[in-house]
């Protein structure tokens, strides 16, 4: 009985040594030493259904871009630009030489409306008093094919739509002088011929000139118009022969070549022409020449014809294809 007591009492003391060492006691310290480290936040919770947010970079603030369309959505197709037709040429074309040069007739340039029905030219006329003649001249209107037999004007008609020929005028001392002249409407011209034309054009009487003759004192001075024939073969395009004789016998007068083109004609005057106009400097002459259609569109450059002004003569030339 003693040693089961001495148990009890055994197990009760160990209890309360062991009561009183575990905190409960007062001379337990009420708060932990504090740490010298700084307190940690601590984050907040995140719910695991929730991303965390990326930062966003500067231009995802943009919106986003549309798609390109293509032209014919975005630019609406313009209709084709359509171009004004081109005004066709009207009227007539028209060209006078004297023994001034080319143009220089104010008559003809300060007149208007000119064309093969009408056609500005002089009457030519005169009186004598005395021993001295006293010439008048009269502006009128002619229509071609016309000849004055008074010595005022003759006009020749080229197709149907054209004409040349030669009208007198008086200059400053009453004396009369030449004009030589030509026309025809502007639609009828071709001015892109074959670059390997064959052809050959032939006119009697397609020549008008004049030549410088002696008078009075020494002087020079233009009298009389003279005709010849015209004959030009065109081979490969260029003149392979060209030449103006004297009408019906065929004696050469003047040489044809070819220029920088086949619109432009040297005319030289041969050996015995020169000598038959001694003392007078004949040198060779530049024709710019200009080509017709017989009717417009045909394209078939039927006509030629141009002027020429050479140093001590001029005229005009005009011939037809064969």
Same mark, same amino acid.
Request: aromatic fraction near 10%.
């Given at each position: ?13 160990? *209890? ?132 004055? %037999? ?20 008086? %200059? ?39 030549? *410088? ?5 020494? %002087? ?54 020169? %000598? ?42 005009? *011939?037809?294809?064969?």
């Amino acid at each position: 009985m003693k040693d089961y007591k001495k148990c009890l009492s055994a197990l009760f003391l160990s *209890a309360c040594l062991a009561a009183c060492s575990g905190g409960g006691g007062n001379n337990a310290p009420q708060n932990p030493p504090r740490s010298n480290q700084p307190p940690q936040q601590i984050p907040p919770s995140q719910s695991p259904d929730k991303k965390p947010e990326q930062p966003q970079s500067p231009e995802s603030g943009k919106k986003p871009e549309q798609p390109k369309l293509p032209d014919s959505e975005r630019n609406p197709q313009q209709p084709p630009k359509v171009e004004a037709p081109q005004v066709e040429a009207q009227g007539y074309f028209t060209e006078t030489v004297n023994s001034k040069g080319i143009n220089k007739d104010m008559y003809w340039n300060n007149a208007s409306d000119i064309s093969k029905d009408s056609i500005p030219v002089y009457n030519i006329s005169f009186t004598r008093n005395g021993e001295k003649v006293i010439n008048k001249k009269e502006s009128v209107r002619v229509k071609a094919p016309v000849v004055n %037999n008074e010595f005022s004007y003759e006009l020749s008609l080229l197709g149907e739509r054209g004409f040349f020929g030669y009208y007198t005028d008086l %200059n400053e001392n009453n004396n009369i002088f030449l004009n030589f002249a030509y026309g025809f409407d502007r639609t009828l011209e071709n001015s892109v011929l074959p670059s390997d034309i064959t052809a050959t054009y032939k006119k009697k009487g397609g020549f008008l000139y004049t030549v *410088a003759q002696m008078i009075g004192n020494g %002087n020079l001075g233009y009298d009389g118009v003279f005709k010849s024939d015209v004959s030009i073969k065109f081979h490969n395009g260029k003149i392979s022969q060209g030449e103006i004789t004297y009408p019906n016998l065929g004696v050469k007068q003047f040489d044809i070549k070819q220029g920088s083109s086949v619109k432009q004609f040297i005319i030289t005057p041969t050996d015995s022409f020169l %000598n038959e106009n001694r003392g007078i400097k004949l040198d060779k002459g530049v024709a710019d020449i200009h080509y017709l259609n017989s009717s417009k569109g045909t394209n078939d450059y039927k006509y030629l014809v141009g002027s020429v002004k050479a140093e001590n003569w001029y005229g005009v030339l005009a *011939a037809e294809k064969q």
